[in-house]
């Protein structure tokens, strides 16, 4: 059985995470144009609560399904990674059904006390079937993450994402003529088709391709039940903690912002389309160079894993080293693109450049978050997935302490919301490193993975504004003076690593390398 490469696997999910990105970036501008930033506002009160029962369901096990998997391939005990793939799937298929019971009977008590508008139950209620979908779905793609074996999850994320555009849009058009609230409903009904899609994909992968292990290997004796379902709830219950803390607290968002907002001085619809748009079109802008980051923490935790079972701390270190650097490369550049351009992109992609007052505020959060997925990936590989969970709890006072009293301000109003945001990716992404430091002594070489990456992220800015200011006195198109300007300082930017040496050739030598070796015994 042979495995996929680190940096291959990472290429994989990108590959795939940059394909769903643009489909649902266009999906994003088309719905927000059809249904507009409000109906955008009542989806995302709903979802992140939606989410944060996916997050109980799961109770984390597909992460433990792709770390334990790991270390059980790495000692070549194949007939245990089954074994724990099948554990793991029982007990999804409970969970997840009690758990859409238990909402289906409590949806008289949430609409009460917990939604923040009495428009968002049916939208609850349209997406209840996907907690038995992703659950299960999330078990196949944890079981191959845990084989170094990326293409099911990107195949299946692929379609599942053009379904789920497909049909939500689809829906919401058909529906629009009742109402932004039924149109509303349509996308959230178009999202759980899409899952519906990948979870038969990923099925129909599993039966077809099926790994083969080695026949000889198969005999290796079980260990006791209660063993394993403790070696599974010791990593995937620090993991549910983390996720549902972090949902819990998106969904704390979800109702304070707005509150909070109408405190600021704006009316309950205008408040409404204000977080819209933050969360719709700002937050958006910003998560898109996440693909990167996401994908690789993703990689990171069997990668790890694969490397700590076999105690090779000089691995784990280049690992934990590499996946550093490679984010700050993507993320520094981001943030002065999204910085500088922040109304045009804002204008352009949506038709509402007012977000962009909160997106450049944002941005100079953008690198931290990213360095907090990438960390938080690297610690769950370390076996130490309670650490970001304790981390995470720690910054949200930060966080929510600022969207409490930065938001009701009426001079700041949304941007306070970003001011807070980007505190608690700091203090986040901090503690993470700090935490990584200890457990492994990795001592990154911050001159080439930091100092570098940003002198030449500095670097481009000027290039980017002259290049937009100069490109529209020429054209009079913002369009084209904003395309310009982003290509133009990419391209800055480049040029700008190769003469600090921030790159060099043999960098791209060896992603070359990475990309055509397919695979890596």
Same mark, same amino acid.
């Given at each position: 059985?042979?495995?996929? !490469?680190?940096?291959?696997?990472?290429?994989?999910?990108?590959?795939?995470?940059?394909?769903?990105?643009?489909?649902?970036?266009?999906?994003?501008?088309?719905?927000?144009?059809?249904?507009?930033?409000?109906? $955008?506002?009542?989806?995302?009160?709903?979802?992140?609560?939606?989410?944060?029962?996916?997050?109980?369901?799961?109770?984390?096990?597909?992460?433990? $399904?792709?770390?334990?998997?790991?270390?059980?391939?790495?000692?070549?005990?194949?007939?245990?990674?089954?074994?724990?793939?099948?554990?793991?799937?029982?007990?999804?298929?409970?969970?997840?059904?009690?758990?859409?019971?238990?909402?289906?009977?409590?949806?008289?008590?949430?609409?009460?006390?917990?939604?923040?508008?009495?428009?968002?139950?049916?939208?609850?209620?349209?997406?209840?079937?996907?907690? =038995?979908?992703?659950?299960?779905? !999330?078990?196949?793609?944890?079981?191959?993450?845990?084989?170094?074996?990326?293409?099911?999850?990107?195949?299946?994320?692929?379609?599942?994402?053009?379904?789920?555009?497909?049909?939500?849009?689809?829906?919401?058009?058909? %529906?629009?003529?009742?109402?932004?609230?039924?149109?509303?409903?349509?996308?959230?009904?178009?999202? $759980?088709?899409?899952?519906?899609?990948?979870?038969?994909? =990923?099925?129909?992968?599993?039966?077809?391709?099926?790994?083969?292990?080695?026949?000889?290997?198969?005999?290796?004796?079980?260990?006791?039940?209660?063993?394993?379902?403790?070696?599974?709830?010791?990593?995937?219950?620090?993991?549910?903690?983390?996720?549902?803390?972090?949902?819990?607290?998106?969904?704390?968002?979800?109702?304070?912002?707005?509150?909070?907002?109408?405190?600021?001085?704006?009316? %309950?619809?205008?408040?409404?389309?204000?977080?819209?748009?933050?969360?719709? $079109?700002?937050?958006?802008?910003?998560?898109?160079?996440?693909?990167?980051?996401?994908?690789?923490?993703?990689?990171?935790?069997?990668?790890?894993?694969?490397?700590?079972?076999?105690?090779?701390?000089?691995?784990?270190?280049?690992?934990?080293?590499?996946?550093?650097?490679?984010?700050?490369? @993507?993320?520094?550049?981001?943030?002065?693109?999204?910085? !500088?351009?922040?109304?045009?992109?804002?204008?352009?992609?949506?038709?509402?450049?007012?977000?962009? @007052?909160?997106?450049?505020?944002?941005?100079?959060?953008?690198?931290?978050?990213?360095?907090?997925?990438?960390?938080?990936?690297?610690?769950?590989?370390?076996?130490?997935?309670?650490?970001?969970?304790?981390?995470?709890?720690?910054?949200?006072?930060?966080?929510?302490?600022? =969207?409490?009293?930065?938001?009701?301000?009426?001079?700041?109003?949304?941007?306070?919301?970003?001011?807070?945001?980007?505190?608690?990716?700091?203090?986040?992404?901090?503690?993470?490193?700090?935490?990584?430091?200890?457990?492994?002594?990795?001592?990154?070489?911050?001159?080439?993975?930091?100092?570098?990456?940003?002198?030449?992220?500095?670097?481009?800015?000027?290039?980017?504004?002259?290049?937009?200011?100069?490109?529209?006195?020429?054209?009079?198109?913002?369009?084209?003076?904003?395309?310009?300007?982003?290509?133009?300082?990419?391209?800055?930017?480049?040029?700008?690593?190769?003469?600090?040496?921030?790159?060099?050739?043999?960098?791209?030598?060896?992603?070359?390398?990475?990309?055509?070796?397919?695979?890596?015994?």
């Amino acid at each position: 059985m042979k495995q996929q !490469s680190f940096i291959y696997g990472t290429f994989v999910l990108l590959a795939a995470s940059l394909l769903n990105r643009i489909i649902g970036f266009t999906y994003q501008i088309f719905l927000i144009r059809l249904i507009r930033p409000e109906g $955008i506002g009542l989806l995302n009160m709903i979802y992140p609560i939606y989410v944060m029962i996916l997050v109980m369901a799961s109770a984390g096990v597909p992460v433990a $399904i792709s770390k334990m998997v790991a270390e059980e391939v790495a000692r070549h005990n194949w007939r245990g990674a089954n074994r724990i793939f099948n554990i793991c799937f029982t007990f999804l298929i409970l969970s997840s059904a009690v758990f859409t019971l238990l909402c289906l009977l409590c949806v008289p008590h949430l609409l009460k006390y917990v939604f923040p508008n009495p428009k968002v139950c049916n939208i609850f209620l349209s997406l209840l079937p996907g907690i =038995i979908i992703v659950s299960l779905c !999330s078990a196949f793609r944890g079981y191959y993450q845990g084989l170094q074996q990326m293409k099911p999850t990107a195949v299946t994320q692929v379609l599942e994402q053009l379904v789920r555009v497909a049909a939500g849009l689809t829906l919401a058009t058909l %529906l629009l003529p009742r109402g932004i609230e039924y149109a509303a409903v349509g996308a959230a009904t178009g999202v $759980i088709i899409g899952e519906i899609a990948g979870l038969a994909a =990923i099925v129909t992968i599993h039966f077809q391709k099926r790994p083969h292990f080695p026949a000889g290997l198969l005999s290796a004796p079980d260990e006791p039940l209660l063993r394993s379902l403790g070696r599974i709830f010791n990593l995937a219950v620090p993991v549910t903690l983390t996720r549902f803390v972090a949902t819990s607290l998106l969904s704390i968002d979800a109702v304070l912002i707005p509150y909070r907002l109408q405190a600021s001085g704006l009316q %309950l619809v205008e408040a409404t389309s204000v977080f819209g748009q933050f969360v719709g $079109i700002a937050e958006s802008l910003l998560f898109v160079p996440g693909i990167i980051t996401i994908s690789m923490a993703t990689a990171l935790i069997p990668a790890v894993s694969d490397a700590v079972a076999l105690k090779n701390i000089a691995l784990v270190h280049a690992r934990c080293e590499e996946a550093i650097r490679i984010t700050l490369l @993507a993320g520094l550049p981001s943030a002065v693109i999204l910085m !500088s351009l922040a109304e045009e992109l804002c204008g352009l992609i949506f038709g509402y450049p007012e977000a962009g @007052a909160s997106l450049r505020i944002l941005a100079l959060g953008g690198p931290f978050l990213y360095l907090q997925q990438t960390s938080t990936g690297i610690l769950q590989g370390l076996g130490e997935a309670f650490r970001p969970f304790r981390n995470l709890i720690f910054a949200s006072f930060f966080k929510i302490t600022g =969207i409490y009293y930065l938001t009701g301000l009426n001079h700041l109003g949304i941007r306070g919301t970003a001011l807070a945001l980007v505190a608690g990716y700091l203090v986040t992404a901090l503690l993470n490193l700090y935490d990584i430091r200890r457990l492994t002594r990795l001592k990154p070489n911050w001159h080439n993975n930091l100092i570098k990456p940003l002198i030449a992220a500095i670097g481009m800015g000027p290039t980017v504004l002259l290049s937009k200011n100069s490109l529209y006195g020429y054209t009079g198109s913002e369009a084209a003076a904003t395309t310009g300007a982003l290509f133009s300082g990419i391209a800055c930017y480049i040029l700008l690593l190769f003469l600090t040496g921030g790159i060099k050739i043999y960098d791209l030598q060896r992603l070359r390398a990475a990309f055509n070796a397919k695979t890596n015994v």
